[in-house]
């Protein structure tokens, strides 16, 4: 609660806040209430922004407007969740290897070191071509898992830091066990740090989802911001003219990208005096 | 006041040499000694003499590299981490980072009931929680729902104290407890080390890098330089007839009043 209260004094966390729940609940309220199909079929091709269909239609003759919507509510599902995913990964990582050291810290710093020095969107593309269908979760899920590294590695320095504090001896001498003392004395003083991480990776997800699809391999039997973008590049909407076509998607993973990031720079100031002026 | 003569505590050639890449350090060069029952005794040493490290490998928070510590007739080894922990508390030098700052005072306190051997339930412990601030001096009123952020290191110090008092171990090893307290609280804590032997029959190890607070409160006294016990007997004896020319020099060094201060030269 303290947290949040200090937050809340930042500007720009709260414009970026702001801006986020926006789009978010904006989406999703739009997506439960309204009776459109997104894929319905209600114009012709490309046509240009009218009363009828605010931001035209695309390469199907589909109203953009509503697959933008549509779209919004996908790509911040996969970032969340690949969020979460890769933060908890992260985390949990991080601090088994920094509290417990020696072997098992030696071990799981070298799996974080190797899935850091492999591309990681060289293992997103290769997975995904070899699923046959992809459901969203799993495109989440293949986004977390190969996307939680540097989390680990800042995680586990700070952990290994905080551990010789005084107060981990006396939670010892309490006879507390590992878990207790990570989740009490070693998370609590890490929370603000975690919640910047995950802010990050939730950017980082949407904007790995937008590229995946981008490139033709986003989640089967649904609308994402980078699908709208992959159509658009393969049915020349370029070439046409019909910026609408890609403008607003793009548009749209910029501001949301934007709006955590502006979050991300609003608590890193929060919480690391030295950035205060 | 009379001692007992049976040994709570023995430490036999204990070594601790901390490697870091090449280089080795001994910190604690084949160190022995022992504590007896209801004993207060002083650690002392300037900083980096390997005071704390001697502190850590008794507390069992640190591995020895050789040598053994022997509590009540058995290895330290052989004792489960629980049932030595009921026995043996510590209490460190630096008040503030000794407590979690995310928690009120009643919670740090209610924790500490997690190593005894009996459950209690919320009434029962701040029944005891109530008893024990009052042994140390502290209306339990004023700092229960506080966080430590809102308290003094004097204060912070004494509800470390008062865990002592709930836990009754048998042994305390008190790493520079009153380093960073002005001196006036100083000679408060002392008390309430007495007060601790009289009441509940503690040994207590004080470590301290001031000798003059050693004497105070010590019935023997070791002089700790570069991971060595270089001097050791009862307090009288290692204030009034220093052997070692260290324990010479660190005597010397205590500023008194009326008097000039000369600072001897020492390696």
């Not at chain 1, 939730?202 to 490139?215: D, F, K, N, Q």
């Amino acid at each position: 609660m303290k947290l949040l209260k200090t937050l809340l004094k930042s500007k720009k966390f709260i414009i970026g806040l702001c801006v986020f729940l926006l789009l978010l609940f904006g989406s999703l309220i739009f997506t439960t209430i309204s009776s459109h199909d997104p894929a319905e079929m209600i114009g012709f091709l490309y046509e240009p922004p009218s009363k009828e269909h605010l931001l035209g239609t695309d390469n199907f003759g589909r109203d953009v407007l509503i697959e933008l919507i549509y779209g919004m509510k996908t790509s911040i599902y996969v970032g969340l969740l690949s969020g979460i995913i890769a933060t908890f990964i992260g985390t949990t990582i991080g601090t088994t290897a920094g509290y417990l050291g020696k072997t098992i810290d030696n071990i799981l710093n070298s799996i974080t070191n190797l899935f850091l020095v492999i591309p990681s969107f060289v293992i997103l593309i290769l997975l995904s071509v070899s699923l046959r269908s992809r459901s969203l979760t799993l495109l989440a899920m293949i986004i977390g898992i190969t996307s939680w590294p540097w989390t680990a590695r800042a995680v586990r320095a700070q952990t290994s830091s905080l551990k010789t504090r005084e107060h981990v001896n006396m939670a010892k001498l309490n006879g507390e066990g590992y878990v207790e003392i990570v989740l009490k004395e070693i998370l609590p003083y890490m929370l603000s740090y975690i919640f910047m991480v995950f802010v990050l990776q939730v950017a980082s997800g949407i904007l790995s989802e937008a590229g995946l699809s981008m490139l033709g391999l986003g989640p089967s039997n649904t609308i994402s911001l980078g699908k709208m973008l992959s159509w658009a590049l393969l049915y020349e909407a370029v070439r046409t003219g019909a910026w609408w076509a890609f403008i607003p998607p793009a548009l749209t993973i910029a501001i949301i990208t934007f709006s955590l990031l502006y979050m991300n720079t609003g608590m890193d100031e929060v919480f690391n005096p030295r950035l205060r002026s | 006041m009379k001692l007992s003569n049976n040994t709570r505590l023995e430490v036999r050639e204990l070594t601790k040499i901390f490697v870091s890449g090449r280089r080795k350090i001994t910190a604690v060069d084949q160190v022995s000694f022992e504590i007896h029952e209801r004993e207060i005794v002083s650690l002392v040493g300037q900083s980096g003499s390997g005071k704390t490290t001697i502190a850590h490998m008794i507390l069992n928070l640190l591995k020895s590299t050789s040598g053994s510590i022997i509590f009540d007739g058995k290895d330290i080894k052989d004792i489960k981490k629980k049932i030595y922990w009921r026995n043996v508390q510590g209490i460190f030098q630096d008040p503030f980072s000794s407590f979690n700052q995310f928690f009120v005072v009643k919670k740090v306190l209610r924790d500490s009931f997690k190593i005894l051997d009996k459950s209690f339930n919320n009434e029962e412990k701040d029944k005891i929680i109530i008893k024990a601030l009052e042994s140390v001096n502290i209306d339990p009123g004023d700092v229960l729902e506080k966080y430590p952020f809102e308290l003094s290191g004097g204060q912070m110090q004494r509800i470390m104290i008062a865990r002592i008092f709930i836990i009754k171990p048998k042994l305390l090893i008190a790493d520079e407890p009153t380093s960073m307290i002005d001196s006036i609280l100083r000679a408060n804590i002392l008390k309430l080390f007495e007060k601790l032997r009289e009441k509940q029959g503690t040994s207590i190890m004080f470590i301290t890098h001031d000798i003059g607070l050693a004497y105070y409160v010590s019935d023997r006294i070791f002089i700790m330089h570069r991971g060595k016990i270089v001097e050791a007997g009862s307090a009288e004896q290692v204030i009034m007839n220093p052997n070692h020319t260290y324990t010479k020099g660190l005597i010397e060094d205590v500023p008194t009043l009326h008097k000039e201060w000369i600072l001897t030269k020492r390696s």
